[in-house]
């Protein structure tokens, strides 16, 4: 007879709430200065908050810029090069620092959840790498936990490292589970796989800008948001999940290079037009409830019902009736691997015959059997 679980499970939709307000913040990202970025990011962060959001999120990278519209290449000008990625270094974010504290207290101000990009410095002691990274903010103005990118893409590579399955996940909390991934982690099936199934109600996906690759370059601004595969991906997520999706996209306008790295406009190597937003709010059938804006500094507001995600799953339940694990599953390897493990003698003792025995006794194993096995580990040392 199958067991039961006698544990009750937690069944209400957004917590029980029948609406959340969330918005979409398409804010410009600042060429280098960290301090107003920040400040920035508070003052957006307050005012959805007065105006009745509770999820707020912001574009991929947004503190300081996303750092791949400058392409870094061998053949880049020195001196544009150690510009850009010694501006990149010094402006970019420590988790946890002052940095956050000060977004986290602007987060308990405003009494809202919010989910930041931004270009991570690695807190790991002597460390200089950089990670794509999410910060999940809570309105108790804490700090939940972050995402860094899994796979960086193309020329990203130049810049990021790689995150790993330990911080994907969902956050429970008040007004519903809470999920995210990055860019092109939406077409990455085993990844965009294994966050759909944690079962998120609000998810944020978000963009270094609105693109299409027919054109001159390779990367063309767009401003047409059904060819531009991010926002399609951000809307097949929203139905394939049967959950209301925040997609914000970068914003970046020559007004916004500070003083002394506007000498980089017009380089060659920098190619920023199509960070022109786009930044749009979906919900569980796919369908925008917020339309893509562009070229506009603005916030996006839009009304997400408990009901529309009853009324998805009844057709669809990709975590119910229409998953299939006796056919397909997907593996999460959810550990954070280190460079460096320490261990003492004690951490590799084996152990004696009294815990031999206790270990028999307990589990109703042959003490035999245990005795063959530890001589076998003795050996294998």
Known sequence: ?????????????????????????????????????????????????????ELVAFSESYIPVFAPYYSSTYNSKSDEWALWNIGLQDNSIVIPSDDTDRICNACRDAGVYCVM???????????????????????????????RKIKPTYNERVYWGEGDGSDLGVYKTPIGRIGSLICWEHHTAAIRAAQLL???????????????????????????????????????????????????????REQD????????????????????????????????????????????????????IKAVKTVFDGLGHYSRPDVARVVLNADHPKNLNIISASDTALPNYQQIKR???????????????????????
């Open 1 to 53: 007879m199958a067991k039961i679980n006698l544990e009750k499970p937690e069944k209400r939709i957004m917590g029980g709430k029948e609406k959340v307000k969330v918005a979409a913040i398409q804010a410009p990202q600042i060429v280098f200065n960290k301090e107003k970025s920040i400040d920035i990011a508070c003052q957006k962060i307050k005012e959805a908050g007065a105006n009745g959001a």
């Open 117 to 147: 990009g931004v270009n991570e410095l690695d807190d790991a002691e002597g460390s200089r790498t950089f990670y794509n990274t999410q910060i999940f903010f809570g309105p108790e103005g804490t700090i939940l936990g972050r995402h």
């Open 198 to 252: 944690m079962g998120e109600e609000f998810h944020i996906s978000n963009w270094p800008g609105t693109w299409t690759f027919t054109g001159e370059r390779a990367v063309n601004a767009n401003y047409d948001p059904q060819t531009c595969d991010g926002t399609r991906a951000a809307r097949a997520y929203a139905f394939d999940a049967g959950s209301f999706v925040i997609s914000v996209h970068g914003l970046l």
């Open 257 to 308: 290079f500070e003083p002394e790295y506007k000498s980089l406009i017009g380089s060659k190597d920098l190619e920023f037009d199509w960070a022109n937003g786009g930044s749009c709010i979906i919900n569980p059938f796919g369908e925008f409830i917020a339309e893509p804006v562009f070229d506009e500094d603005t916030i996006l507001y839009a009304d997400c019902y408990a009901n529309e």
């Open 359 to 381: 270990i028999s006794e307990e589990y109703e194993v042959k003490i035999q059997k245990l005795e063959k096995l530890v001589a076998k580990l003795e050996n294998a040392q």
